[in-house]
């Protein structure tokens, strides 16, 4: 009898147990508030779905880019909202060697692999780790050996967080638990901030806090140089509107800028994004090396929230990093991550209106 009680209680905690990871797993959709900022986020490739900001006169406004259901984000091609990893950015011939050991990714941009290949981080499930409306979420994720090609099983979470007043931080962070492997994780949200459905952006005024880039072949890859930005359109140090020198670039923006960085974890001013109309101004400090500016030249249309039409240019990503490719660029800044050692990318955004 007291064995058959045993059994009962055992088959009922592991049926809790069960049900309560099953709840942890679902798909939903989380809000964080504090007054009238406001955040929503999906456990589905931890996307952040809205941002609600007030503008000079305390009108509010959805600030980035998105869909109205999940099944939208399943089907979507241009990671709006979403963590990308493993390895954010592409990867040359979607392989790499580390240890001596030859890698075979699985490509999804041509021959090359793309934000962490045809099932990275945005396309899977998080589970909710903690959840509080009034301050944070945090997602986590158990990416397996051999996921998409890469090496070795890695813990990794995101946790979003309401700090301040109109402050957002995302804290990313990724433990090798059997092998060494390359990380480089990055939250690629489509900003607008005169509202998601205030068409192009090109009159937003953007300032980024570095003076190189690593430049780019036909397929977007790193050619391994680091060049200066003085004398190119590339040239935010001084903040102006993106428009202003659009004309000498065939297709917009799309590359890493190279932060003015001291190394070593520290926390530094990445970029400043102001929009006149609204006067809602973006401040984004992070920890990284990297910055990727993309201004959608490749969004196509898309049908987005409420009905909106998307067009190319209507918004801006700026997703700090560590340098493309850099798995086979041996100069680059290191994305490889030991057991033992935790990866840790903090990025803060910095709202006001004036």
Request: hydrophobic share 35%; net charge neutral.
């Amino acid at each position: 009898m007291a064995k058959i009680r045993e059994m009962c209680l055992f088959l009922l905690l592991a049926f809790s147990i069960a049900r309560v990871s099953e709840a942890r797993s679902a798909i939903g959709v989380y809000e964080l508030k504090r007054g009238n900022f406001s955040v929503k986020l999906t456990n589905y490739g931890a996307i952040v779905v809205s941002v609600f900001l007030p503008d000079r006169n305390g009108k509010l406004d959805d600030v980035v880019l998105g869909f109205d259901s999940i099944e939208d984000y399943k089907n979507d091609t241009a990671y709006f909202g979403a963590i990308v990893g493993r390895v954010a950015n592409r990867i040359k011939g979607a392989r790499f060697i580390l240890n001596g050991k030859k890698y075979k990714l699985v490509p999804n941009d041509g021959n090359n692999m793309l934000h962490g290949g045809p099932k990275g981080f945005s396309d899977v499930v998080w589970q909710v780790e903690s959840y509080n409306t009034d301050t944070h979420i945090t997602f986590t994720y158990n990416s397996t050996n051999g996921e998409e090609g890469f090496p070795g099983d890695l813990r990794v979470s995101v946790t979003y967080m309401l700090i301040n007043t109109n402050q957002l931080s995302v804290i990313m962070k990724a433990t090798p638990l059997s092998q060494a492997t390359p990380v480089n994780l990055a939250s690629h949200t489509y900003w607008n901030l005169a509202g998601h459905s205030s068409g192009d952006v090109f009159s937003h005024q953007v300032q980024l806090l570095a003076d190189k880039i690593t430049p780019v072949d036909k397929e977007l890859i790193p050619t391994g140089d680091i060049l200066s930005v003085k004398g190119t359109p590339y040239d935010f140090l001084h903040i102006h509107e993106v428009k202003s020198k659009f004309h000498e670039l065939p297709n917009g923006y799309d590359i890493n800028y190279v932060l003015k960085y001291e190394g070593d974890g520290h926390f530094h001013k990445a970029a400043v994004v102001y929009e006149s109309k609204s006067g809602r101004k973006m401040e984004l400090w992070t920890n990284q090396p990297g910055l990727q500016f993309y201004t959608s030249n490749m969004m196509g249309t898309v049908k987005g929230k409420g009905g909106v039409t998307y067009n190319n240019y209507d918004a801006i990503c700026l997703e700090t990093q560590g340098f493309p490719d850099a798995v086979n660029h041996p100069h680059f800044p290191s994305q490889i991550v030991k057991p033992g050692e935790r990866y840790e990318h903090v990025m803060v955004y910095r709202f006001t209106a004036n």
